[in-house]
């Protein structure tokens, strides 16, 4: 029998929503909305008409204190977390969510876990990716070789927005490491039923004990829970939005891949070396510029004051408008540095071709290849605070850490 007593958290409730009766678990309430999250692990909110009780509840709530921060008696791998949807809970007193990663909670996904690893939880911060700074990045990067002095390897737990872009400012700023240092994230919640966060941070932490001497993200490789890739940061982008298969290997294959609890590296990569060697030096005063159709020479001047360096996003080949040239080659004459990439996805820039792009290379814009417009822009900021000037053309066209392709690999083109 329904109780007719009034809805308080933790309750079984059913409702109406546009015509459907749905039921869920209410999980906080306002004057407003009720928060509720429906059986099958999405959450909705739902103004508190005609909500009928089904069954009076109590939710159980992990307390911070609680949580497992240590757990193994195998090899040492550190587990950085920087928030994020994969270490992402319901605090159901709130219907909020807050970070959490309990190891013990993982462990007990994955029993062998506990005699294969020695897993450690390291807080570096609770922030949102798309709130990720540079500082952040050198930040981060020194936790990361702090650990890896006392692990086999390094597992960070990320947001997946901003994700490739750590990524590479990670790599970018290691010229050497002694274990894997894998960035993981997830697309839903741990307390989704479709949820992607467990199956890609066991992967991560098995990724991590490999010999990969790089910088790499541990990702689905497609919306089953079959595969999961290693991708190099440094060609890696978030292609989806909501997919748990969002992100790809942009010109060429993963470097790896962990199915049926085996990890098969079988891409070219940098080995683990035997020390530590980081260049923490960002120069920030780099944007990255969208050029389109209708841009005002004005808008993009404003864009480049005050810049060391600028990122072009052209179009096809790697092209802009004329009527920028001027501008652009006035700011390079004072100092500033002007790299083209292409808006396109796959292929390379080439300014030989067209007679735009031969004009572009007399106002100073240099091309780099097919680096992704990203990376470039961090690739960027570590060559401009870290290598003399007259080493910057040179040093962005060099192949550092896995960023520049020769040649695309047949069958990546999406």
């Known amino acids: 029998m329904p109780d007719s007593r009034k809805p308080e958290m933790g309750d079984t409730i059913k409702f109406n929503w546009r015509g459907k009766e749905m039921t869920g678990t209410l999980m906080s309430m306002d004057n407003d909305f009720f928060n509720i999250k429906l059986e099958n692990g999405y959450n909705i909110s739902v103004k508190p008409d005609s909500l009928t009780v089904l069954k009076k509840g109590k939710i159980q709530v992990l307390s911070k204190g609680e949580e497992a921060r240590e757990s193994g008696t195998g090899k040492p791998i550190s587990l950085i977390t920087t928030g994020g949807t994969i270490v992402s809970r319901v605090d159901y007193k709130t219907g909020a969510v807050f970070p959490s990663l309990d190891i013990g909670e993982l462990t007990s996904k994955f029993r062998y876990m506990e005699n294969k690893y020695r897993l450690k ?5 609770n922030i949102l990716s798309e709130n990720m700074e540079p500082d952040q990045w050198v930040s981060l990067a020194k936790k990361a070789s702090s650990e890896l002095n006392n692990s086999e390897g390094v597992v960070i737990s990320h947001g997946t927005d901003t994700m490739s872009y750590t990524a590479s400012a990670l790599a970018f700023m290691f010229e050497e490491q002694t274990g894997p240092i894998v960035l993981v994230g997830s697309q839903r919640s741990s307390d989704r039923p479709s949820s992607d966060s467990y199956l890609n941070l066991e992967a991560a932490v098995d990724f991590a004990t490999t010999d990969f001497g790089e910088v790499g993200i541990s990702m689905h490789h497609n919306t089953s829970d079959e595969r999961i890739d290693l991708i190099r940061g440094t060609r890696s982008r978030k292609m989806h939005s ?8 942009i010109g060429e294959q993963p470097i790896g891949s962990f199915q049926e609890g085996l990890v ?10 035997n020390e530590n060697k980081l260049k923490v030096n960002l120069e920030k005063r780099v944007s990255i510029i969208y050029t389109y159709p209708g841009l005002a020479n004005e808008d993009l001047a404003k864009s480049m004051d005050g810049k060391k360096g600028i990122i072009l996003m052209g179009t096809g080949l790697g092209h802009i408008a004329t009527k920028f040239l001027e501008s652009i080659s006035e700011r390079v004459k004072d100092g500033m540095k002007a790299v083209i990439t292409t808006q396109c996805i796959f292929g390379t820039t080439n300014l030989d071709i067209y007679s735009t792009g031969r004009e572009m290379k007399k106002a100073g814009i240099i091309s780099v290849g097919n680096i992704l417009p990203e990376t470039a822009y961090v690739k960027m900021m570590h060559v401009l605070g870290n290598y003399k000037e007259e080493e910057f053309e040179t040093m962005m066209r060099k192949n550092m850490r896995g960023e520049l392709i020769e040649r695309e690999e047949v069958g990546v083109f999406l």
């Open 121 to 125: 939880r390291v807080d570096f911060s």
């Open 242 to 249: 909501t997919r748990r298969d969002a992100f790809k290997a």
């Open 264 to 273: 098969n590296l079988n891409g070219s990569y940098r080995q683990k070396g």
